[in-house]
């Protein structure tokens, strides 16, 4: 039973670029959350998705990034014309259902690297 | 912010036990209490969670105080590979998403 996939796990990326982090939730699961991790830091929330809904996405810069979760296929995040800042490792969970009454599983994540 | 307040790190002995304190004393009554772990920069891992009574699985198990205030984490028989840092996660039901604090780094020694 395969866990949470991210691809890629690395990434490189020159400034002014787009870099596309994509996600594969457990099999059965409909609910994914993106998370962002600056080195030396706790998990930041960024958004979280049902299959073709974006239901909480408070913690996501309002230029410049996007997400979605088709109805099939894996969950995109998007960050356009990326910049250094943006550097970062790019966790995607995903659950059963919503949290508190289900735990949330983690990818491998996504190192993001801007130059 | 976390609503949580964990030491920065511990030393634990292998094959000891390993007990994880979290302090949440502004808890309310339908919020769990989450502990994760992550592995030198790996993806977070569930660990254990609870609400009002104590748990316990394969991995550990989850001690809540009467008041709810606070919560301790106990590796029965920590082993090297128990290095992580742990996180304890307060959230609720109108919660989405898990607010994450710094931690404790837990260096688990032969």
């Known amino acids: 039973n395969a866990g949470v996939m991210q691809n890629p796990r690395h990434l490189v990326r020159r400034r002014g670029q787009e870099a596309r982090l994509r996600c594969s939730p457990m099999?059965?699961?409909?609910?994914v959350y993106w998370y962002r991790q600056l080195p030396e830091e706790g998990l930041k929330f960024m958004v979280y998705?049902?299959?073709?809904?974006?239901?909480?996405e408070s913690g996501m810069p309002k230029e410049r990034f996007s997400a979605e979760f088709p109805k099939e296929g894996p969950s995109i995040l998007r960050i356009q014309q990326v910049v250094r800042g943006d550097s970062a490792a790019y966790f995607c969970?995903?659950?059963?259902?919503?949290?508190?009454?289900?735990?949330?599983?983690f990818g491998p994540g996504t190192r993001l690297t801007v130059t | 912010d976390a609503k949580t307040t964990q030491p920065p790190s511990m030393d634990c002995a292998e094959g000891r036990a390993a007990n994880l304190p979290c302090n949440h004393s502004?808890?309310?009554?339908?919020?769990?209490v989450y502990w994760y772990r992550q592995i030198h920069s790996q993806g977070p891992q569930y660990i254990i969670h609870?609400?009002?009574?104590?748990e316990t699985n394969e991995m550990a198990s989850l001690i809540i105080t009467e008041d709810r205030k606070s919560s301790t984490l106990i590796l029965p028989h920590a082993t090297l590979r128990d290095t992580a840092v742990y996180y304890c996660?307060?959230?609720?039901?109108?919660?989405?998403?898990?607010?994450w604090g710094a931690g404790t780094k837990l260096i688990i020694k032969p």
């Open positions: 969970a995903s659950s059963l259902g919503r949290l508190a009454d289900y735990e949330q599983y």
């Open positions: 099999k059965g699961h409909s609910h």
């Open positions: 998705l049902q299959k073709e809904n974006i239901i909480d």
């Open positions: 502004t808890i309310s009554g339908n919020e769990y």
């Open positions: 609870g609400l009002k009574n104590n």
């Open positions: 996660i307060v959230t609720g039901d109108s919660n989405y998403q898990l607010i």
